[in-house]
């Protein structure tokens, strides 16, 4: 059902009840507070619309989102590490744009769940000790050029980068700012390629513009966690939230 086509978003009750946690849970995840959970966000809304239709949709949210979390994290994050991840990103970007009409988005579900997976059964059974170096520059560089492939593909980059980031153990703090610059430079270079493969259609941006009211609740609650929660457990509830969406993403692919 549509409103006239002046304004015309998506009126389906069913597709709110899924969207409205979704972009809550992907506000949280903005803030580092639970980072992982936000790779969550288009499978569930998913159960509604398209995939490529939940991507598209989560596009202006995804921007306000970046915008409060940089704000919250402005002075915190580590420039050095932004410098080595961001060209690796943007080659992502580029990769997922040109495949993005060949690959099947359950391939790159399952892809990035397996993934997840694996990582997180290699940190519990072999965790790091900590005199253990950082992971080499070489394989940075492939998580980093995987995630923004994934996140461009289905808003799903956070496991691969984290995999990378989150043996250098930085605080909480850190680590979230770090993501924030990250994914807002990555989100913000997806316009042009979405407005070129005509996702971003008046649909999709007047049910975006509905939808934009609730982002920033689900950042400020993971910012205000975030300072205030110490670092084994911000890692613990990191650790579930890659759990949850590898297991999902898995599943999806099947």
């Not at 940089?70 to 580029?94: N, Q, V």
């Amino acid at each position: 059902m549509l409103l006239p086509d002046a304004f015309p978003l998506i009126t389906e009750p069913y597709f709110y009840m899924v969207t409205i946690p979704a972009v809550l849970l992907m506000g949280i995840s903005k803030s580092g507070f639970g980072a992982g959970f936000g790779s969550l966000a288009v499978p569930m809304m998913a159960m509604a619309v398209s995939v490529p239709q939940a991507a598209a949709i989560l596009m202006p949210v995804l921007l306000l989102m970046d915008v409060l979390g940089m704000a919250a994290f402005r002075k915190d994050f580590d420039m050095k590490l932004l410098r080595f991840l961001l060209p690796w990103g943007l080659l992502g970007i580029g990769v997922g744009t040109l495949l993005f009409k060949v690959l099947s988005v359950h391939v790159v579900a399952g892809m990035v769940g397996a993934f997840t997976l694996l990582f997180l059964a290699q940190r519990v059974a072999f965790p790091p000790k900590p005199d253990s170096p950082p992971p080499p520059k070489w394989l940075g560089a492939v998580l980093t050029a995987t995630s923004g492939f994934t996140s461009f593909i289905a808003h799903a980059g956070g496991p691969p980068v984290n995999a990378y980031v989150i043996p250098m153990r930085l605080s909480p703090v850190r680590f979230t700012a770090t993501m924030a610059f990250f994914f807002f430079v990555i989100n913000l270079s997806k316009w042009i390629p979405y407005a070129w493969l005509g996702l971003l259609d008046w649909r999709n941006m007047a049910t975006s513009l509905v939808l934009l009211p609730i982002a920033p609740f689900g950042v400020w609650a993971g910012v205000w966690l975030a300072r205030r929660i110490s670092q084994l457990w911000f890692y613990r509830f990191l650790y579930t939230g890659m759990l949850l969406t590898g297991l999902k993403l898995l599943w999806d692919a099947f």
